[in-house]
């Protein structure tokens, strides 16, 4: 029998002496393009999009070439991926009395949003593919559902064909979270185009980025009314009919609009960087016995920003992880391996509005009562998820070199 390499946290040779560069695809990007654009902005003294001494309008182009991009007929850059989450609920008129269903794993914000605009957050499980279950999503609905929320988390399509049979069989609008996840691909169509809106962020993690930004695509035109004016004091600029509405202000600036232009141009290339990386690193760990890579609903569409998979259960994913680590690998369970609401205040229910809204709200006729263990099945699969991040920058041989030490802990820890 041969002996496996040992392990460098058992005093082995690591497979990587050199760290990884980090994986922020975007920003690992930044070059004379962005440099130059900013320069641009600041001669022009003219850093608000409506008007300036010389206005460049950067933020303007840059929302058309992100509908041209992403295929809605329209988009609207805002300050946050946040934002764009909270503009596009308020654009679809849910809120008091309102349920939405989010997935029980995803960042705390897709959850915040939906509380802030005083809908209650309704939560279902994620599947292997750590998007929303459509199964689970059909029990959770009650006669409050207004809207599902799909997560596409790190790169991967949900299974938006399921869940947007659901939604049309419910009369449910559906809001897309694509904030880790622009540009990617669900049979053919980019995500953030399938359902009613598409929110995006812009912050220093995501695909491409201006530090902090966001955009809400939609194709509806009332939608997209509603969604400019909710951002900007519920003015239109240029538009003399419709009604205003009490606002909130998410406007982008033109430092941020001219930086995301740039950065927007370098998307494709940067998906094609990740996903040969990515492809490889697939390949590389395919049929290794004791591991199930991540369900992809849609191999094509997916960006590469990470790859994932899962071990039998929990404490050998602990110690995968460890071991990793140790042959110079960062690797990750998502979220710490928790679901959302074991955040304390979701949890517990905690906001600042005294009266207690959404879940006290007198229009919520419901009741949303949140406690560990709700959600078994997701519980049951963060713990087991272990995540590599893929950086544009990566080399073919930091493919093999991420393959090796796989194989290497597998050999060592599976057997
Ligand atoms: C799934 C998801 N939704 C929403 C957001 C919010 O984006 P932002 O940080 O730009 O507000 C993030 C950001 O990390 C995210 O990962």
């Known amino acids: 029998m041969i002996m496996p390499e040992k392990l460098a946290i058992e005093g082995g040779k690591p497979v990587r002496e050199k760290p990884l560069a980090g994986s922020w695809p975007g920003a690992m990007m930044i070059g004379e393009e962005e440099k130059r654009a900013v320069l641009e902005v600041l001669e022009s003294k003219s850093l608000f999009r409506y008007y300036g001494p010389k206005p460049l309008?950067?933020?303007a182009e840059f929302e058309k070439e992100f509908a041209g991009l992403v295929g809605t007929k329209y988009a609207l850059a805002v300050t946050?991926?946040?934002?764009?989450?909270?503009?596009?609920?308020?654009?679809?008129?849910?809120?008091?009395?309102?349920?939405?269903?989010?997935?029980?794993?995803?960042?705390?914000?897709?959850?915040?949003?939906?509380?802030?605009?005083?809908?209650?957050?309704?939560?279902?499980?994620?599947?292997?593919?750590?998007?929303?279950?459509?199964?689970?999503?059909?029990r959770k609905i009650t006669e409050r559902t207004r809207a599902i929320m799909p997560v596409h988390l790190r790169g991967v399509p949900c299974k938006m064909d399921e869940l947007m049979e659901i939604a049309e069989e419910h009369g449910?609008?559906?809001?897309?979270?694509?904030?880790?996840?622009?540009?990617?691909?669900?049979?053919?169509?980019?995500?953030?185009?399938?359902?009613?809106?598409?929110?995006?962020?812009?912050?220093?993690?995501?695909l491409?980025?201006?530090?902090?930004?966001?955009?809400?695509?939609?194709?509806?035109?009332?939608?997209?009314?509603?969604?400019?004016?909710?951002h900007d004091h519920g003015f239109f600029r240029g538009k003399e009919e419709g009604e205003p509405?009490?606002?909130?202000?998410?406007?982008?600036?033109?430092?941020?609009?001219?930086?995301?232009?740039?950065?927007?141009?370098?998307?494709?290339?940067?998906?094609?960087?990740?996903r040969r990386v990515y492809d490889r690193v697939v390949e590389g760990i395919k049929g290794i016995d004791g591991i199930t890579l991540r369900e992809v609903p849609?191999?094509?569409?997916?960006?590469?920003?990470?790859?994932?998979?899962?071990?039998?259960?929990?404490?050998?994913?602990?110690?995968?992880?460890?071991?990793?680590r140790g042959e110079g690998i960062p690797a990750s369970l998502p979220y710490g391996g928790k679901p959302v609401y074991?955040?304390?205040?979701?949890?517990?229910?905690?906001?600042?509005?005294?009266?207690?809204?959404?879940?006290?709200?007198?229009?919520?006729?419901?009741?949303?009562?949140?406690?560990m263990g709700m959600c078994p099945q997701t519980e049951d699969i963060a713990k087991r998820a272990i995540f590599i991040n893929i950086s544009p920058l990566y080399t073919l041989q930091d493919a093999d070199d991420i393959v090796h030490a796989i194989r290497k802990v597998a050999e060592n820890i599976l057997r």
């Open 208 to 230: 491409i980025t201006c530090g902090d930004g966001g955009v809400v695509a939609t194709s509806d035109e009332e939608t997209y009314d509603r969604a400019v004016r909710y």
């Open 172 to 206: 449910l609008k559906v809001i897309e979270d694509c904030a880790q996840s622009l540009g990617v691909k669900y049979k053919g169509k980019r995500v953030g185009s399938i359902g009613d809106v598409g929110a995006f962020s812009l912050q220093l993690n995501k």
């Open 342 to 371: 074991a955040h304390p205040q979701i949890l517990h229910q905690k906001t600042l509005n005294k009266a207690g809204c959404p879940w006290r709200c007198p229009l919520y006729k419901g009741r949303a009562e949140y406690r």
């Open 80 to 138: 946050s991926g946040t934002a764009a989450l909270n503009v596009g609920i308020a654009a679809l008129e849910v809120g008091p009395g309102d349920e939405v269903i989010v997935p029980s794993l995803t960042f705390i914000a897709s959850v915040d949003a939906v509380a802030c605009q005083r809908a209650v957050p309704v939560f279902a499980e994620v599947d292997h593919s750590l998007g929303l279950d459509p199964e689970d999503v059909e």
């Open 57 to 59: 309008y950067k933020v």
């Open 245 to 274: 509405f009490i606002g909130q202000v998410y406007r982008m600036n033109e430092l941020s609009g001219a930086v995301a232009l740039e950065q927007l141009r370098k998307l494709d290339r940067i998906i094609g960087l990740m």
């Open 298 to 324: 849609d191999e094509e569409g997916v960006a590469g920003v990470s790859v994932c998979f899962f071990t039998e259960d929990a404490e050998t994913a602990r110690r995968f992880i460890e071991a990793l």
